[in-house]
């Protein structure tokens, strides 16, 4: 049935950021509040195929939960995370950032690609890979709303325009997946695995610069950091939402 597979996987994505003890689980949180979201739209018939939705989404998933359960193979850009997750000098966002792109910016493509072969159909794919950008978006109103109660700075961000800028690069992040994905199909084993190298490192670099923000961010960056929750399980319990967190 369409719905359950994508439920057990939020539900696993729950545990993981429940078990956490520092900010590793803030992006599963983060991510399970979404999967709970695409689960609801597909058993709203908001897919135009609500099971091959329901597998893309946890063959996404998978791709993070290889990183938790294997630490010895993680590739860098999951690395990179783990490698800050007891940093109290980032930011909650920087720390979601940080799993964001490795996730969409690695991770998706792969996914995509996953799913393609196993029908022959790329092209298909796209119609229901672009209306999760609806999905995520609405999320988003509701994850600003809870990540305001440990993170007190982020509604004024938001109003700035921070919110359109954070859900306009993510459409772009997405986008770039696609492409990458398209670079990506009809490749042999052996330029499939150059190819996924040379992502893994690009996005390495990209975790690099979330870490290490250009000026003006560096002075600005300890001021907003007196103003967020110290204590990782609260955060994890607020990103998973009122009703996620009990």
Not at 145 to 171: I, P, Q
Request: proline share 4%; hydrophobic share 50%.
């Amino acid at each position: 049935m369409a719905g359950v597979g994508i439920s057990d996987t939020a539900a696993e994505l729950r545990a993981v950021a429940l078990a956490a003890d520092d900010a590793s689980g803030y992006f599963p949180a983060l991510y399970s509040r979404v999967t709970s979201r695409i689960a609801g739209a597909i058993g709203g018939r908001s897919f135009e195929d609500g099971v091959r939705m329901d597998t893309l989404a946890c063959t996404f998933a998978d791709y993070y939960l290889r990183a938790v359960a294997k630490p010895a193979e993680r590739l860098r850009c999951w690395q990179a995370t783990w490698d800050v997750a007891g940093d109290g000098r980032l930011l909650i966002v920087q720390h979601l950032l940080l799993g964001i792109n490795a996730h969409v910016n690695h991770d998706l493509a792969l996914a995509v690609v996953d799913v393609a072969r196993e029908t022959g159909d790329l092209p298909g794919v796209r119609p229901d890979f672009l209306a999760v950008n609806d999905v995520l978006a609405a999320t988003y109103v509701d994850v600003l709303r809870d990540l305001d109660r440990v993170s007190r700075w982020t509604n004024e961000a938001a109003a700035l325009g921070g919110g359109r800028l954070f859900n306009f690069s993510l459409r772009v992040a997405r986008n770039q997946a696609w492409a990458a994905a398209e670079r990506l199909y009809p490749l042999d084993e052996a330029a499939s695995l150059a190819y996924r190298a040379e992502l893994d490192r690009l996005v390495s670099v990209l975790a690099y610069l979330v870490t290490r923000p250009t000026f003006p961010l560096p002075l600005l960056i300890p001021v907003a950091r007196l103003l967020e929750q110290r204590d990782p399980r609260k955060v994890v319990r607020a990103l998973l939402g009122r009703d996620g967190g009990n």
